[in-house]
């Protein structure tokens, strides 16, 4: 095996870059839509019965730039939040970080750890709240698929979705 190549199977394994099935697919869009659906009947219960803001503190920006005219914001915001954002971010959790932590720990505890520390990274505790199922079923798709693509898929839909809702608030 020549060096490039080499470098290219070492860097398939700790991404975990691996096509999957189609349902592994169909489970990242299907569940992605489940998830958002589950996220607002919880938010909307936990407003009912706090004075929680309309629209949490983080994602005020988005807000503004999504309702605002479409200009370059709008189209680098929607490129960044539904592409770029997932990309990265399931390379690390799902990729990388994954690929460490199971050198010394079990697929179970992997998958719980990226989990968690998935959620804690968005920081804001009402944004925490509801991203840990989004974080718990991409999880759930990294681990049933042993790819990374089916929870990059999902993630992007998952933040394609909460775009469009933004857009239409």
Excluded at 45 to 68: C, H, M, R
């Amino acid at each position: 095996m020549n060096m490039i190549e080499t470098i290219k199977k070492l860097f398939q394994n700790f991404f975990a870059i691996r096509l999957g099935k189609l349902s592994d697919y169909l489970y990242a869009f299907f569940g992605a839509m489940a998830i958002i659906l589950y996220h607002n009947l919880v938010i909307q219960f936990f407003d009912s019965i706090t004075k929680a803001p309309e629209l949490p503190e983080n994602l005020q920006p988005f807000f503004e730039v999504a309702t605002g005219e479409h200009d370059y914001l709008f189209y680098y915001m929607i490129i960044s939040v539904c592409i770029v954002a997932p990309i990265i971010e399931e390379l690390f959790f799902r990729g990388a970080l994954w690929h460490i932590l199971e050198k010394f720990l079990s697929k179970k505890y992997v998958f719980i750890i990226t989990s968690i520390l998935f959620a804690l990274a968005h920081v804001e505790p009402h944004h925490i709240i509801g991203v840990l199922p989004v974080g718990v079923y991409i999880g759930w798709l990294r681990l049933r698929s042993n790819s990374i693509f089916p929870p990059i898929f999902a993630h992007m839909t998952n933040n394609f979705i909460v775009c469009l809702y933004l857009i239409n608030w």
